[in-house]
């Protein structure tokens, strides 16, 4: 036979039968086809009630002749771990004796394997770890999620919500309501109220340690949330009146510098005021020319008329005009712009 295969082994019979003398004979052989599975060994543990102990088992299935399997610590001497021939192999730990980075080793061999080689599992004990949000905060009649996850511990540990400091354990109802997702288990306090308000544990344990992660829950009325946006408005309005003080120092950055302050930008802008009043009131006067010296008569009233100028540049024309217009007058001794009345 070629490419024997594992299921090809059992027992073969040959019949041999004479049609002359009507005898038969037979005879029986049994195959035997040695085998090493694919794959390695499987380290599996047992769950237990209790964590004062911890119960591994080691499995190798599918060889023959069957394999020898031994568990070995690697904090031992490895020639102190028993080995046995057999498909499967149990080791139970006392939890005492466990430290947390622990590691053994289940080794399996065969005699179809070379010198030397080897097919192991392992398994390296950790603790516990509990993650999640330590701060938690609801609104009155509302709906609150606590979350913890835990996914370091070896052998798993067995994890579960508690309230107070006593920790009383969280039993699901019309109150809690306890769910899975994945590796998170979730705590969702229903309805609210002040005296949902404390701490909570979310407690995790192996056979190596208890650990626990404490969730603080803070349940505050609708008041204190009405407060907070009043609060957050009053500071946004201080921050724009700032902005708004720190632009307007900065586009008069220039006077404030070579001026000596906002005392010396007042003083400045009164000076100039000033300045700007007297130029108007001398402008003014000197725009308007006065009326030559008419001789009284109380039959005739002379009213002469000026427009004033609205600018600088037009005062200046209109004063010239005026001056030469008065002096064309004088000459003609017959005013224009004169009403009799």
Avoid at 116 to 125: D, I, L, N, Y
Avoid at 133 to 145: F, I, K, M, R
Avoid at 186 to 203: A, E, M, P
Avoid at 236 to 249: E, F, G, S
Wanted: aromatic share 6%.
């Amino acid at each position: 036979m070629d490419q024997v295969q594992p299921n090809a082994q059992g027992v073969y019979s040959c019949v041999a039968a004479n049609a002359v003398s009507n005898q038969t004979a037979n005879s029986s052989a049994e195959l035997l086809v040695y085998y090493v599975p694919d794959g390695h060994p499987e380290c599996m543990w047992v769950p237990s009630v209790n964590y004062s102990h911890v119960q591994l088992v080691c499995s190798w299935s599918g060889a023959y002749p069957a394999p020898e399997l031994r568990w070995r610590d690697e904090a031992q001497d490895p020639a102190q771990d028993p080995a046995q021939v057999a498909d499967s192999l149990s080791l139970t730990l006392n939890a005492s004796l466990l430290s947390d980075g622990q590691t053994v080793r289940c080794t399996g061999r065969h005699q179809l394997l070379g010198p030397g080689e080897e097919r192991t599992c392992s398994f390296t004990f950790r603790s516990p770890y509990p993650e999640g949000e330590p701060l938690a905060t609801a609104l009155e009649a509302t709906s609150v999620t606590l979350t913890c996850r835990e996914v370091s511990s070896v052998p798993p540990a067995d994890t579960t919500w508690r309230r107070g400091q006593q920790q009383d354990v969280i039993v699901p109802g019309s109150k809690y309501v306890l769910s899975e997702d994945g590796p998170a288990l979730k705590l969702t306090i229903l309805n609210v109220s002040q005296d949902d308000q404390g701490v909570y544990f979310c407690r995790s344990q192996n056979a190596l340690a208890v650990r626990e992660l404490e969730v603080y829950l803070t349940v505050k009325t609708s008041s204190a949330y009405t407060g907070a946006a009043i609060g957050l408005f009053i500071a946004a309005l201080i921050a724009a009146l700032a902005v708004v003080v720190a632009k307007t120092l900065y586009a008069s950055r220039h006077r404030i510098c070579l001026g000596g302050g906002f005392e010396q930008i007042e003083e400045d802008r009164a000076e100039v005021l000033s300045l700007v009043d007297s130029d108007d009131e001398q402008l003014f006067q000197d725009a308007v020319p006065q009326l030559p010296p008419v001789t009284p008569d109380p039959q005739t009233t002379l009213v002469q008329i000026h427009r004033i100028p609205s600018s600088d540049h037009e005062d200046a024309e209109t004063a010239e005009a005026s001056w030469q217009q008065l002096e064309d007058t004088e000459q003609t001794d017959e005013p224009e712009d004169l009403v009799t009345f």
